[in-house]
């Protein structure tokens, strides 16, 4: 009885030292990762926005553009994933792996997509999707000189390099900010620490095997799939000797984004061995031609169409840059100067015929002066909104508007915002929302309104679409 009197009086004190000194107590949890993904967390916050945020390296096999649309093997799985949930797909291009990593953790991006070998340093605070594939890292040397004319291949076989331990007091060739990824640890072991790493700045794996292939230096190391596919474009390479075991090659997410990787792993999971994997992985890198378009346009000196010289003339005659120029033409005809829509507007341009007349172009002109008749368009624009419109940037997005449906319907539109509070002067969720309300009687019989009812919606997707693809061009063009 006063057991059960004590022990009742000791409940009672430790339940009153609970409430009242709320620090003082605190329940365990079991994962301190888990507490903001169980309600969604960053998968729930990429379907909110709408984007899956994604950081590449620029191996030219990853992501490159040909024709003015962008490729590459990790390019088309991250639109693959981001098509899966439902979302676009913004691409971050960044040189240094560790870099992207610390990416990922400020929150700066969801997903790192580059060959980033799973390692006890590289794991702190990362999680590693299931693999998309599996590789190893190989040794990439030059075969003999005149290989072609010894006897046999076992003669070739001997002057290679088969034994690790063969590297002493050789020197290897690696991308400075990348030694962390590559397996050196049995290089060095073998060779008692006596094989030289030399690190070059702004070079990426891709030059470093072409500068073997070439004899501008004697070593360096690659993922195999990536050595395989230079090997066949270089038949002097030998890329035969691993010096890493097999490992998944594998995306990277912040730890605690469960949701998050359990989709990406669900996706894998489903998609790995089916044709969608097995025909981007064999059209990078056992396809000699993709190859050699991934090669031909790196990425700090890609080119984006065929008219790059003519648009980059106009531009620099109505100082826009000229990708955007590029990514507007992208929009209206692909670069297809023989283009010619249902209601009329022809070439690269898409020019009505009677606006094309007035700014020097017809149908039979040439791409050049389709481009320089357009540019013209836009430099007219830009004056007629240079007043109601003074900050540039937002300038651009009046002057695409009024490009896809004309300046009346825009001014109509700026009119109906400035009617009813909002800024005329901002495009999005301003102008741009009294575009979209022309479609309704009571804003398009609006005595403001003088050009009556129209459909924006085709209009807000052209403004949203080329800023979009000026994004893409501005990662894979300089200026």
């Not at 002066?369 to 003074?390: M, S």
């Amino acid at each position: 009885m006063q057991n059960r009197f004590f022990k009742r009086i000791n409940t009672t004190i430790l339940f009153l030292f609970i409430i009242l000194v709320p620090g003082s107590f605190t329940l365990p949890q079991q994962n301190n990762y888990l507490s903001h993904d169980d309600k969604g967390g960053l998968l729930a916050d990429i379907q909110r926005r709408g984007k899956l945020v994604a950081i590449t390296d620029d191996n030219p096999f990853n992501y490159f553009t040909y024709k003015g649309e962008p490729k590459g093997y990790q390019y088309d799985m991250l639109e693959s994933f981001a098509g899966f949930l439902g979302v676009e797909l913004e691409l971050i291009v960044e040189p240094d792996p560790h870099r992207a990593l610390l990416y990922l953790r400020q929150r700066q991006v969801d997903v790192v997509a580059m060959e980033l070998p799973a390692s006890a340093e590289l794991r702190k605070g990362i999680l590693f999707t299931e693999s998309l594939f599996d590789s190893k890292q190989v040794l990439v040397q030059r075969k003999p000189e005149k290989w072609r004319r010894m006897k046999d291949m076992a003669t070739v076989e001997k002057l290679l390099v088969r034994n690790l331990g063969d590297l002493s007091n050789k020197t290897i060739a690696l991308p400075s900010h990348k030694n962390k990824q590559f397996y050196l640890s049995d290089i060095q072991h073998a060779t008692s620490n006596s094989v030289d790493i030399i690190a070059y700045n702004d070079v990426n794996v891709v030059e470093l095997i072409e500068a073997v292939a070439f004899n501008e230096v004697d070593y360096t190391i690659a993922y195999e799939h990536t050595a395989l596919a230079l090997a066949r474009i270089y038949p002097d390479l030998d890329v035969n000797t691993a010096v890493s075991p097999e490992m998944g090659i594998s995306w990277a997410v912040r730890q605690g984004s469960v949701n998050l990787i359990s989709e990406i792993n669900k996706w894998i999971e489903e998609r790995r061995d089916g044709r969608e994997f097995i025909a981007s992985y064999s059209k990078y890198y056992e396809n000699s031609r993709w190859a050699r378009l991934a090669l031909g346009q790196k990425l700090q000196y890609q080119g984006i169409s065929d008219y790059d010289e003519h648009i980059k003339h106009s531009g620099n005659m109505i100082n826009w840059d000229w990708r955007l120029i590029a990514a507007l033409i992208y929009k209206e005809s692909k670069f297809s100067p023989d283009a010619v829509s249902h209601r009329g507007a022809f070439g690269l341009m898409q020019l009505m015929p009677h606006t094309a007349k007035r700014f020097g172009a017809d149908i039979n002109s040439t791409p050049a002066e389709q481009i320089a008749a357009g540019a013209k368009l836009i430099q007219y624009l830009d004056k007629l909104f240079i007043k109601t419109v003074p900050d540039p940037e937002e300038r651009i997005k009046f002057i695409l508007a009024s490009y896809n449906i004309g300046q009346a319907h825009i001014i109509d539109a700026q009119k109906l915002a400035l009617k009813h509070g909002k800024n005329p002067h901002i495009w999005y969720d301003n102008v741009e929302y009294y575009l979209l309300a022309k479609s309704k009687p009571e804003f398009y019989n609006d005595p403001v309104v003088k050009y009556g009812k129209v459909k924006g919606i085709e209009t807000q997707r052209f403004v949203r679409d080329v800023l979009a693809k000026y994004d893409q061009y501005k990662t894979l063009a300089a200026r």
